[in-house]
């Protein structure tokens, strides 16, 4: 059982490139997330889908888009690349059904921007 | 909104000792409480959970109990090991415009010293 898997694990990209991170759960969850890591931040939630076609912002949208055209799959999309989106990204998912379900994360992409 | 607010690490201790992290959360409802561990490299993973008031949740020898009253669900373990060095999440789970969204407080990285 794979669980969340995500590609890449690293990435180095310049000012303005852009690039997509790769999601992807095989435990059938309705709930999928994308948070950032920054150190001694905790974890921003960036973007979260509660189903395959519905998708909302959470607290740091701002440079990323998402769709969830599958149950599985969550890719999170950087459009024009900037120094602020270095960070470690994670992508999770969940049951969802009655907030009790604990969120099961993936290995994250370390991402540098230059 | 919601929050959580945890004590500042590291926290460092040696082999054997006991250990307590902090856990005071904010939340409107009536949420359920979680702690996360990630070790180096790694995502973050469920190590224990509790979804009312005065259950308490184990696991691995860890324990934390939810404490309505004081808004509190703070770790501890009775002997640590140099394997337990890691950053600890603590978390809570509000339903929030009908989804429940997860709220992670800052992380508390412990080092254990052989």
């Known amino acids: 059982n794979a669980g969340v898997t995500q590609t890449p694990k690293f990435r180095i990209l310049k000012i303005g490139q852009s690039m997509t991170l790769q999601c992807t759960q095989d435990?059938?969850?309705?709930?999928m997330y994308w948070y950032r890591q920054d150190p001694g931040m905790g974890l921003k939630l960036i973007y979260y889908s509660v189903g395959a076609g519905i998708t909302d912002k959470g607290e740091v949208p701002n440079g990323y888009n998402v769709s969830r055209s599958t149950t599985e799959d969550f890719p999170l999309r950087l459009e024009l690349a900037a120094p602020s989106q270095t960070s470690v990204y994670f992508c999770a998912s969940s049951y969802g059904q009655g907030g009790s379900s604990p969120l099961h994360f993936g290995n994250g992409t370390r991402l540098t921007v230059t | 909104g919601n929050s959580v607010t945890q004590m500042e690490g590291p926290v460092t201790l040696s082999e054997e000792a006991f250990l307590t992290i902090n856990c005071t959360y904010t939340a409107t409802g009536y949420p359920s409480l979680f702690w996360y561990v990630q070790y180096p490299g790694e995502g973050l993973q469920l190590l224990l959970k509790a979804t009312k008031a005065d259950d308490k949740g184990s696991n691995k020898g860890f324990e934390a109990t939810y404490r309505k009253e004081t808004t509190s669900f703070h770790l501890e373990k009775g002997s640590v090991q140099v394997s337990d060095s890691a950053v600890y999440f603590c978390a809570l789970s509000d339903q929030s415009g009908g989804s429940y969204i997860p709220t992670f407080g800052r992380g508390t990285s412990l080092i254990v010293h052989p």
């Open positions: 435990m059938n969850h309705n709930y």
